[in-house]
């Protein structure tokens, strides 16, 4: 699978970029980003991510609203990372709008979600994605949000 190319490498951690915390941050760096979308990683593990002890236990799979969250994030750290927000340190992401949602794959401990997110809209306060999650190469998630994005 080849993924698209963005004007601007960045190989940011997620934390530099956004306002999130473990045990919810879900954006392990952000690899480049432009005007047209960004693309980021994150990889699932069952010592990061408590929420596998109690979802389906015997075979866990990452929830459907983190995964959606998730990719959401990576959305929001391309914005950060191109000044977009004005960033002071303290931008806000809220989700505002999730249609049509997609699940075409499970996503299991020790995956690693790349994250593709497509601008469709920036204007403030509203900005829209296209948001599309693959493992090894095979398209896992897909939907479109829509976030009211800020500074605090």
Known sequence: ?????????????????????????????????????????????????DFFKGH????????GVVLIESMAQVAGAGIVAR?????????????????GVRFRRPVRPGDKLITVAEVIRVRRPLASFALKGYVNGELACDCTVKCMVGDK
Not at 56 to 63: A, L, Q, R, W
């Open 83 to 99: 000044g977009i927000v004005g960033f002071t340190g303290k931008a806000s992401f809220i989700l505002a709008a999730v249609d």
């Open 56 to 63: 389906f236990p015997d075979y866990p799979i990452v929830p």
């Open 1 to 49: 699978m080849e993924f698209p190319t963005f004007k601007t490498t960045y190989n940011i951690e997620g934390e530099k970029l956004l306002p999130h915390r473990p045990p919810f941050l879900f954006v392990d760096k952000l690899i480049a980003a432009d005007e047209t979308g960004s693309i980021g990683e994150y990889t699932y593990t069952l010592e990061k991510n």
